[in-house]
């Protein structure tokens, strides 16, 4: 007999795919990024997002995405983030699938890497003052828990 699916278990399996979706985001970011010119993603961030997403482009959020764009644009700022969208994306990618086909052997990786994102985020938003970076934060933080819950339930099953 199966066993019964709790909330829990469903908000588990909720917040992995989210994270899978993360994950692809991600890694589509790090690969548009090699293939377009940084003058080329400003001026689509400013038609689309500025425009369609943050208010006017003289408002202060759309101010903060220019200022991104315009560090983005220089060398060594724009192999950084391209490295991390793509190494970040790959590793979350490949924990979302252990943890769909529920492996155990890789929970508590995905612990441990879930609990390294979560202290970057934390430096980083510490270091930009970013309004995004916490929330991120506290969604990381209950990912985690969950996962060390699902992680306890699958070992007490009998194998």
Do not use: C
Request: avoid cysteine.
């Amino acid at each position: 007999m199966g066993a019964e699916v709790t909330l829990t278990d469903r908000l588990f399996r909720v917040a992995v795919w989210i994270k899978g979706l993360d994950a692809v985001g991600q890694l589509a970011g790090g690969v548009l990024l090699i293939f377009f010119p940084p003058a080329a993603l400003t001026r689509i961030a400013h038609g689309v997002v500025t425009r369609d997403l943050l208010g006017p482009p003289t408002g202060a959020l759309a101010g903060h995405f220019e200022e991104a764009l315009h560090h983005l644009a220089d060398g060594s700022a724009r192999t950084f983030v391209i490295g991390y969208l793509l190494v970040h994306g790959l590793i979350k990618l490949g924990l979302v699938v252990a943890l769909l086909r529920k492996e155990i052997r890789w929970y508590p990786v995905a612990i441990a890497a879930l609990g390294l994102f979560v202290l970057f985020e934390l430096v980083r938003g510490v270091q930009t003052h970013s309004l995004v970076l916490p929330l991120l934060t506290v969604l990381d933080i209950a990912i985690i828990v969950m996962v060390i819950k699902e992680y306890r339930e699958l070992r007490r099953e009998p194998a």
